[in-house]
Antibody, heavy 124, light 107 residues
Framework: QVQLQESGPGLVKPSETLSLTCTVS??????????WSWIRQPPGKGLEWIGN???????SYNPSLKSRVTMSIETSKNGFSLKLNSVTAADTAVYYC????????????????WGQGSLVTVSS | DLQMTQSPSSLSASVGDRVTITCRAS??????LNWYQQKPGKAPRLLIF???SLQSGVPSRFSGSGSGTDFTLTISGLQPEDFAAYYC?????????FGQGTRVEIK
């Protein structure tokens, strides 16, 4: 079955770069039928979409984060990564990776599989 | 950004109740609306996509409706495992945006 697993440091210092990897099993990040996404959730708060990446490397980012975000496909690891630079305490959150299947246009887009989440705390 | 307003922000209900949660978009999003359930400490789970399509494996007591700007998630016959937070998500425009969530609590 499809599984996604986030990994990376749980503590990042202010002004530094947050780096996370999502390792995928049961599906290929090289598939033309899938997008891959990052979503975050500050403790006790709601969900925020960060961005998507396609197997080709094509990305879509949330404009509120676009200047600080880089997403990449890591084919050799069957995964994808997130880098968020110049972090502040406001970036403290649980970071989720998720899968978006390419379906008929009428169905739009949706996250059908999620990782368990990785808490990243920004603190000195 | 396209704003998604969910109501209520929380509700108390009993097992067996019919529960309705609404989500209003600040502009038309056609039917590009999803619903997710999230339990404490867990990742969200897809319930409904394209406003009314039930995700595989989701119980039929969950249903969704709406188009344009107004959408509804209905739980017909609340079960103990349904006490959780629920979020809507629009994928019509970038940035994709979630509603602020509705917490369903035990009365």
């Amino acid at each position: 079955q499809v599984q996604l697993q986030e990994s990376g440091p749980g503590l990042v210092k202010p002004s530094e770069t947050l780096s996370l990897t999502c390792t995928v099993s049961g599906a290929s990040v090289s598939s033309r039928n899938l997008y891959w996404s990052w979503i975050r959730q500050p403790p006790g708060k709601g969900l925020e979409w960060i961005g998507n990446i396609f197997y080709s490397g094509t990305t879509s980012y949330n404009p509120s984060l676009k200047s600080r975000v880089t997403m990449s496909i890591e084919t050799s690891k069957n995964g994808f990564s997130l880098k968020l630079n110049s972090v502040t305490a406001a970036d403290t959150a649980v970071y989720y990776c998720a899968r978006v299947p390419v379906v008929a246009v009428v169905y739009g887009s949706f996250f059908d599989y999620w990782g368990q989440g990785s808490l990243v705390t920004v603190s000195s | 950004d396209l704003q998604m307003t969910q109501s209520p922000s929380s509700l108390s209900a009993s097992v067996g109740d019919r529960v309705t949660i609404t989500c209003r978009a600040s502009q038309s999003i056609r039917t590009y609306l999803n619903w997710y359930q999230q339990k404490p400490g867990k990742a969200p789970r897809l319930l409904i996509f394209a406003s009314s399509s039930l995700q595989s494996g989701v119980p039929s007591r969950f249903s969704g409706s709406g188009s344009g700007t107004d959408f509804t998630l209905t739980i017909s016959g609340l079960q103990p495992e349904d006490f959780a937070a629920y979020y809507c998500l629009q994928t019509y425009n970038i940035p994709w945006t979630f509603g602020q969530g509705t917490r369903v609590e035990i009365k």
